[in-house]
């Protein structure tokens, strides 16, 4: 059944995004805090001129005041100047989209080492962050992953190996698979996980709904397993 693979698909896919959710955090929260300390997320100037700074404040002002983690509650308690909290507590409790928003922002002297954590450029980073955001909400709202065009699909890297035929249409969840590997392999410890995650999809895409197009309906080619991006 087509529902059926669907919920594994998306189980897979909100396994894999919750990994690399945690490993942007960690590394956002790690270079911007060793630049500009703990308070300097709340000063404009260290973002970009075109970031929606204030827009953005007021969305990390609300998830930290909705918060019941203990450690949120333990700084309320005993600092000043709660709803602002360290860098390294606000992006724990910030939501995927204020922290693709939060990478989007920062200056190049913070995009860069870490787009180059993951092997990527910056501007493809920040695409596909807000691209897999993107993803996980469909994904947290229980709905269709293998059969749908994404409403905003990601700018992928340069190379042949992101073009088509290999890659046939962006819009759709291959794409997104290979996205999530590609920096699967480059969250820290998590070399296992990322192959055993490529053996779990390998395995699940031998159950493809019986329909006609299926494949292309997933924008995968059909020798997608030997995609040189997978093997």
């Not at 300097?40 to 929606?52: A, E, L, P, S």
């Amino acid at each position: 059944m087509a529902y059926v693979f669907d919920v594994a698909l998306r189980d897979c896919a909100t396994e894999a995004l919750e990994v690399i959710e945690i490993d942007i955090r960690s590394n956002i929260a790690l270079i911007f805090g060793q630049r500009y300390g703990a308070t300097g997320h709340t000063i404009r100037g260290n973002f970009r001129t075109q970031f929606c700074f204030d827009d953005w404040t007021v969305k990390i002002h609300e998830e930290s005041a909705r918060s019941n983690e203990l450690f949120v509650e333990h700084f309320r308690q005993n600092y000043l100047g709660f709803p602002n909290l360290p860098c390294w507590i606000v992006t724990e409790v910030m939501s995927f989209g204020a922290l693709s928003k939060m990478y989007y922002g920062l200056l190049d002297q913070c995009q860069t080492p870490i787009a180059n954590r993951y092997g990527m450029q910056k501007g493809d980073l920040a695409s596909a962050l807000h691209h897999l955001s993107y993803v996980r909400n469909v994904s947290a709202h229980h709905c269709r992953l293998w059969d749908r065009i994404w409403a905003i699909e990601p700018r992928l890297p340069r190379g042949q190996n992101w073009q088509s035929p290999l890659i046939p249409d962006r819009r759709r969840v291959f794409a997104s698979l290979l996205l999530m590997y590609r920096v699967l392999e480059k969250c820290s410890g998590q070399e296992s996980f990322a192959v055993d995650w490529r053996r779990r999809i390998n395995e699940l895409m031998k159950q493809t709904p019986r329909v006609q197009n299926a494949l292309d309906r997933m924008g995968m080619p059909k020798q997608w397993y030997d995609h040189p991006l997978w093997r």
